[in-house]
């Protein structure tokens, strides 16, 4: 059966968040900072970026990297603890 884009998202979010946080956190960080250890270097090399500022710039994203995936895990366990209100909310008006 066909599932609306919301409940494939829900459903989608219940997969990942049975794996845990910290894995998410982590998974999140490889999946953002992987294309900058490649980009960086390109950077370096074509754009004469001082290694320095290329050094820098890597280790702000390994810390603010994990920072932006906490914050994603809140806002999706927030939608989700609402869908999963309102699901309730919903079935108990039918009854």
């Known amino acids: ?7 494939q998202r829900l459903q989608s979010w219940e997969r990942i968040r049975a794996k845990g946080k910290p894995r998410f956190i982590a998974d999140m960080t ?4 992987l294309p900058l250890a490649v980009g960086l270097p390109l ?9 320095s500022h290329m050094l ?11 920072l932006a995936a906490l914050v994603e895990w809140w806002k999706n366990e927030g939608a989700y603890t609402a869908a999963k209100l309102d ?3 919903n079935s108990i008006e039918k009854d």
């Open 1 to 7: 059966m066909f599932l609306s884009h919301r409940q």
């Open 30 to 33: 490889v999946r953002w900072a």
């Open 43 to 51: 950077m370096y090399f074509f754009l004469n970026i001082s290694f």
């Open 56 to 66: 820098l710039t890597f280790i702000f994203v390994l810390l603010v990297a994990p």
């Open 87 to 89: 699901a309730r909310m």
